[in-house]
């Protein structure tokens, strides 16, 4: 079973507008981690924004930030204003199993975000 | 500062053959893992580790083993590669503290297999 699904294979926003890509995850642990990443075209892994399972505030890193919904485990990330070089594929990850033998991270599937001028 | 780099950056192979991957970092991380990559799939977990002499099936370890003997190398070996296998390898490594540290990746290794 997945646990971190992404339902967007492909998203279009228009420059200077705000986005919401969604990520939503399943697990068992009590204490997560979870993880924003950014892949342009040239294929480097670069690291946006982290939420904690008992963050008590929404994450928030320049012109990102994370709607975390612990509830109803998700994860969106929105970007604010967007800009031309946004335009990548965007992963979501769970870190699980903090501090024990099979602490690990899995990602999503991906969302393409294209910015149109 | 190196942080984590990967051998070699491009490969092909022949069905059958086998090889190893190299993944080196310099940050004294504690964790390190092996992910594959392939279109709309993002990147899937192989292997990992969460220390020296250590190592636990990812998500998908078949035809796949893995040794870390060094802390800061952590190899990925085909014993007989399979066209299935032709993907992208992504290494990274992380520290071992709870606060949300992110992973560092290499730059990808592209593997083609035929």
């Known amino acids: 079973a997945q646990k971190i699904t992404q339902t967007q294979p492909g998203m279009f926003v228009q420059e200077k507008e705000a986005v919401t890509l969604d990520c939503t995850y399943d697990?068992?642990?009590?204490?997560?981690?979870l993880f924003w990443y950014k892949q342009p075209s040239s294929g480097e892994m670069i690291f946006l924004i982290y939420?904690?399972?008992?963050?008590?505030q929404n994450a928030t890193e320049g012109r990102y930030s994370l709607n975390f919904q612990k509830a109803r485990k998700s994860a969106n990330l929105v970007i604010s204003a967007s800009q031309l070089g946004d335009s990548a594929m965007y992963f979501c990850?769970?870190?699980?199993?903090?501090?024990?033998?099979?602490?690990?991270?899995?990602f999503g599937p991906g969302t393409s975000l294209s910015v149109i001028p | 500062n190196a942080g984590v780099t990967q051998t070699p950056k491009f490969r092909v192979l022949k069905t059958g053959q086998s090889m190893t991957l190299l993944c080196a970092q310099d940050?004294?991380?504690?964790?390190m893992y092996w992910y594959r990559q392939d279109p709309g799939m993002g990147l899937r977990l192989i292997h990992y580790s969460v220390g020296e002499g250590t190592t636990a099936k990812g998500e998908v370890p078949d035809g796949y083993n893995v040794s870390r003997l060094k802390k800061q190398n952590f190899l990925l070996g085909l014993e007989s590669a399979a066209p299935s296998q032709t993907s992208v390898y992504f290494c990274a490594s992380s520290y071992e503290d709870r606060s949300g540290q992110p992973q560092h990746f290499g730059d990808g290794t592209r593997l083609s297999i035929l």
């Open positions: 990850a769970m870190r699980e199993g903090l501090g024990t033998s099979y602490d690990k991270v899995i």
């Open positions: 940050m004294n991380h504690e964790y």
């Open positions: 697990t068992s642990d009590p204490s997560y981690g």
């Open positions: 939420q904690g399972s008992y963050d008590q």
